[in-house]
Nanobody, 114 residues
Framework: QVQLVESGGGLVQPGGSLRLSCAAS????????MGWYRQAPGNQRELVAM??????KYADSVRGRFTISRDNSRNTVYLQMRSLKPEETAVYYCGADRLGFRYWGQGTQVTVSS
């Protein structure tokens, strides 16, 4: 079992930037594939970005603006978000995958509004 705690969300103006963090505990962090997901009201939860030991991948809508990274020594995964758009207002969740299971954090609210 892994426990995940997100932080870094908040209110930002369109075109602004935020960096989200997800701190993991309870398991060996480096063995998990980590991802960021978001869910807006009335929508399904969607994958934003994910990273394993060797590579990262992104949703088409965020590629070039968002960067996912991980620091295994600190058991932390990050999402650097740039040029944020109002339609990207959502609760952002950290997810950890291993052996067919996905574990979720509690989510952090990101609001993009002028």
């Amino acid at each position: 079992q892994v426990q995940l705690v997100e932080s870094g969300g908040g209110l930002v103006q369109p075109g602004g930037s935020l960096r989200l963090s997800c701190a993991a505990s309870g398991e060996i962090f480096s063995t998990y594939r980590m991802g960021w997901y978001r869910q807006a009201p009335g929508n399904q939860r969607e994958l934003v970005a994910m990273i394993d030991s060797g590579s990262a991948k992104y949703a088409d809508s965020v590629r070039g603006r968002f960067t996912i990274s991980r620091d295994n020594s600190r058991n932390t995964v990050y999402l650097q978000m740039r040029s944020l758009k109002p339609e990207e207002t959502a609760v952002y969740y950290c997810g950890a995958d291993r052996l067919g299971f996905r574990y979720w954090g509690q989510g952090t609210q990101v609001t993009v509004s002028s």
